[in-house]
């Protein structure tokens, strides 16, 4: 069965305290590997996709890596307004498989 | 341009009651999609839809119908609403080029059913 799992279920850091979520996936072929920012009330908001082992992408403190069994996102130095709940999803573009997120805390 | 625009943002119906999640894009996608989100099991696909007049399920269609009769709209109908559909929905829109591939969310639909 096709399974995305996220680490930890939440983290709590000190402004500029750089730290890593993780996504590990057990599923039959990788088609993308997608990260999502959601704060509350809101949909999820797209961050990057990863296709192939040793693909990195970034987007301003964020960077997202990708191996054959896992992903990283990699937070530099975060700020308050990173808080928010990260999402990792696998699959097609119109049928993704979601982990359960990591709330992230950031304190100024 | 709007988005994916969802309504209504909130909704409280009785057990067996029938309503319709309305989602609307003006980005010309194709492929659009619905997802229940509950806490503790992440986002759940229920249907989705790869154009005009083509639907299929995802992972929990049960107690759930949708339809795709023009580009911009997927509306997704409860027909006989039950407890365990109390949830918030979201519906995407997405596309396809290259290596990009990004699915756009919209606000959702914060469903409860008593």
């Known amino acids: 069965e096709d399974q995305v799992t996220q680490s930890p279920e939440a983290l709590r850091l000190q402004e500029g305290e750089s730290s890593s979520l993780n996504c590990s996936y057990t599923?039959?072929?990788?088609?993308?590997l997608f990260w999502y920012r959601q704060d509350p009330g809101k949909g999820p908001e797209f961050l990057f996709t990863?296709?192939?082992a040793g693909e990195e992408k970034e987007k301003e403190r964020l960077k997202a890596t990708l191996t054959k069994k896992e992903s990283f996102l990699h937070i530099t130095a975060p700020k308050p307004e990173d808080s928010a709940t990260y999402l990792c999803?696998?699959?097609?573009?119109?049928?993704?498989?979601f982990g359960t997120g990591t709330l992230l805390a950031v304190q100024p | 341009n709007a988005g994916v625009t969802q309504t209504p943002k909130f909704q409280v119906l009785k057990t067996g009651q029938s309503m319709t999640l309305q989602c609307a894009q003006d980005?010309?996608?194709?492929?659009m999609s619905w997802y229940r989100q509950d806490p503790g099991m992440g986002l759940r696909l229920i249907h989705y839809?790869?154009?005009?007049?083509?639907?299929d399920q995802g992972e929990v269609p049960n107690g759930y119908n949708v339809s795709r009769s023009t580009t911009e709209d997927f509306p997704l109908r409860l027909l006989s609403a039950a407890p365990s559909q109390t949830s918030v929905y979201f519906c995407?829109?997405?596309?396809?080029?290259?290596?990009?591939?990004?699915?756009?969310f919209g606000a959702g639909t914060r469903l409860s059913v008593l």
């Open positions: 999803a696998w699959g097609a573009t119109n049928k993704l498989i």
């Open positions: 980005m010309n996608h194709e492929y």
């Open positions: 599923v039959s072929g990788l088609r993308g």
């Open positions: 839809s790869v154009g005009a007049g083509i639907t």
């Open positions: 990863l296709y192939s």
């Open positions: 995407a829109s997405s596309y396809s080029s290259g290596d990009q591939n990004i699915q756009y």
